[in-house]
Nanobody, 124 residues
Framework: QVQLVESGGGLVQPGGSLRLSCVASGSIFSINAMGWYRQAPGKQRELVAAISRGGRTNYADSTKGRFTISRDGAMKTTWLQMNMLKPEDTAVYLC??????????????????WGQGTQVTVSS
């Protein structure tokens, strides 16, 4: 079992930055892929970014060049640095983890473990 806890969300003005963190506990040795997803009201959950234990990354087109995903070597903590935030980035951001490394490149949300989410609101 793996437990995930996100933090770092909040209210930020357009053009601002936030850094989200996701801390994993439990059987972290089994984690080979971690991802950040987001879900806005009335919309489907979508990929933000994902990273493998080996450091391979995948970004949604909408976040490429503005967001950066990183992790520590043990896959205990994953960070999402978000710059140049836009109102359309407003959503609940969720951390996900799985043993399947293929989920990083696939970009699907078929992760086994999910956090509760942290709200990000971009508004003036």
């Amino acid at each position: 079992q793996v437990q995930l806890v996100e933090s770092g969300g909040g209210l930020v003005q357009p053009g601002g930055s936030l850094r989200l963190s996701c801390v994993a506990s439990g059987s972290i040795f089994s984690i080979n892929a971690m991802g950040w997803y987001r879900q806005a009201p009335g919309k489907q959950r979508e990929l933000v970014a994902a990273i493998s234990r080996g450091g391979r990354t995948n970004y949604a087109d909408s976040t490429k060049g503005r967001f950066t995903i990183s992790r520590d070597g043990a896959m205990k903590t994953t960070w999402l640095q978000m710059n140049m935030l836009k109102p359309e980035d407003t959503a609940v951001y969720l951390c996900a983890a799985d043993r399947s490394i293929g989920l990083v490149a696939a970009g699907t949300d078929a992760y086994h473990y999910w956090g509760q989410g942290t709200q990000v609101t971009v508004s003036s």
